[in-house]
């Protein structure tokens, strides 16, 4: 078993910045991904970022590329998502998960869930 822990977010004004950190225990894992999805009232859980545990490739989601960014420490076993230019269409509860085998950003592929976070934007 893999326990995450998130942390970070909070209520931010359109244009803002938070940053969300996920926490792993548990279980080792030297491969797979760790991301970050979202979920927003009345909508399906829709995949936020990832990144390849071992080697580091980064994958976005079409509506936050070129305002967050996702990274790792490996040692410390945490994932951080640095959420710039906030909108409130970002607005939702956000989860941090690991896929250790599957596809990037499918979220039926991820074998563990943190409780999520919720993060406000207001307009």
């Known amino acids: 078993q893999v326990q995450q822990v998130e942390s970070g977010g909070g209520l931010v004004q359109a244009g803002g910045s938070l940053r969300l950190s996920c926490a792993a225990s548990?279980?080792?894992?030297?491969?797979?991904?760790m991301g970050w999805f979202r979920q927003a009232p009345g909508k399906g859980r829709e995949f936020v970022a990832a990144?390849?545990?071992?080697?580091?490739?980064?994958y976005y989601g079409d509506s936050v590329k070129g305002r967050f960014t996702i990274s790792r420490d490996i040692g410390l076993r945490t994932v951080d998502l640095q959420m710039n230019s906030l909108k409130p269409e970002d607005t939702a509860v956000y989860y941090c998960a690991v896929c250790l085998g599957g596809s990037v950003h499918q979220s039926s592929t991820y074998d563990y869930w943190g409780q999520g976070t919720q993060v406000t934007v207001s307009s």
């Open positions: 990144i390849g545990w071992s080697v580091g490739f980064r």
């Open positions: 548990g279980r080792t894992f030297r491969s797979g991904f």
